[in-house]
Nanobody, 113 residues
Framework: QVQLVESGGGLVQAGGSLRLSCTAS????????MGWFRQAPGKEREFVARIGWTGGSTYYADSVKGRFTNSKDNAKKTVYLQMNSLKPEDTAVYYCAAGSVFWGQGTQVTVSS
């Protein structure tokens, strides 16, 4: 079992930045691809970004490409999502997932216009 806890969400103005963190505990998350997803009110959960176990392979949704950066620190069992140039449409609850099997509880990101 892997427990994931997201943090770093909050309220920010359009054009601002936030950095989300997702820290794992329990069983090691070694070998898992780590993903970020988000769900806006009234919408389905959507993929945002993912990073491979070694951190050398990243992939982003077109909507965030060039603005968001995914990274990880295996020693700290933490994955980061640096979000720059935020837009109101980025407002959502952001979740991290390990291999799409284990999920965090989510952190709210609200971008005001």
């Amino acid at each position: 079992q892997v427990q994931l806890v997201e943090s770093g969400g909050g309220l920010v103005q359009a054009g601002g930045s936030l950095r989300l963190s997702c820290t794992a505990s329990g069983r090691t998350f070694s070998g898992y691809t780590m993903g970020w997803f988000r769900q806006a009110p009234g919408k389905e959960r959507e993929f945002v970004a993912r990073i491979g176990w070694t951190g050398g392979s990243t992939y982003y949704a077109d909507s965030v490409k060039g603005r968001f950066t995914n990274s990880k620190d295996n020693a700290k069992k933490t994955v980061y999502l640096q979000m720059n140039s935020l837009k109101p449409e980025d407002t959502a609850v952001y979740y991290c997932a390990a291999g799409s099997v284990f999920w965090g509880q989510g952190t709210q990101v609200t971008v005001s216009s």
